[in-house]
T-cell receptor, first 113, second 116 residues
């Protein structure tokens, strides 16, 4: 199994631009999570899906952030417009029903200048 | 709601010495507990988890942790560390049971630095 695959690994963009982060979960996993990691705030859950349906998006910082999961093998996290304070490492993780332990991707390091 | 406190942000230790990374949690309901490790520029990897049963849990790479309900702690230990154990370690908690995976709450992390 290739694990959770995220792309791109690194993204540098200018303030105001749209950024799209992508995630392919492990095949057969029912849950998909988006986390953000910063020095100041640590790991924060942004949103999670169960069977492609968003369950809890209370961690999404503001309307500039949106996430979709059009099918079981793909999810996107979009920031529009991006701001320097969005600079962070964004992780995607997936888990199977009842497994109680997420598998994380390698993350996307986003830098907004 | 649940919360996690990792008492030490950094722990320096010499190679082959024992180490303990401390984790305390707060919750009004029963919980599941986890330890993850993050190597530089990588994602988090599950070390071990406590769901039920024996309070002493063994994980990968020789690590173990003990769940102490009365002290609301889940400290991570290794009797002899290696240079390769240098990484950041995260304690995490989630509400026990229910049909949903729920929200895994992470501590701020402890950076373990193993010196030769």
């Amino acid at each position: 199994d290739a694990g959770v695959i995220q792309s791109p690994r690194h993204e540098v963009t200018e303030m105001g631009q749209e950024v799209t982060l992508r995630c392919k979960p492990i095949s057969g996993h029912d849950y998909l999570f988006w986390y953000r990691q910063t020095m100041m705030r640590g790991l924060e859950l942004l949103i999670y899906f169960n069977n492609n349906v968003p369950i809890d998006d209370s961690g999404m910082p503001e309307d500039r952030f949106s996430a979709k999961m059009p099918n079981a093998s793909f999810s996107t996290l979009k920031i529009q417009p991006s701001e320097p304070r969005d600079s962070a490492v964004y992780f995607c993780a997936s888990s199977g029903q009842g497994e109680w332990g997420y598998t994380f991707g390698s993350g996307t390091r986003l830098t907004v200048v | 709601a649940q919360s996690v406190t990792q008492l030490d942000s950094q722990v320096p230790v010499f190679e082959e010495a024992p180490v303990e990374l401390r984790c305390n949690y707060s919750s009004s309901v029963s919980v599941y507990l986890f330890w993850y490790v993050q190597y530089p520029n990588q994602g988090l990897q599950l070390l071990l988890k406590y769901l039920s049963g024996s309070t002493l849990v063994k994980g990968i790479n020789g690590f173990e942790a003990e769940f102490n309900k009365s002290q609301t702690s889940f400290h991570l230990r290794k009797p002899s560390v290696h240079i390769s154990d240098t990484a950041e370690y995260f304690c995490a908690v989630t509400r026990r049971g229910g049909g949903s995976q729920g929200n895994l709450i992470f501590g701020k992390g402890t950076k373990l630095s193993v010196k030769p």
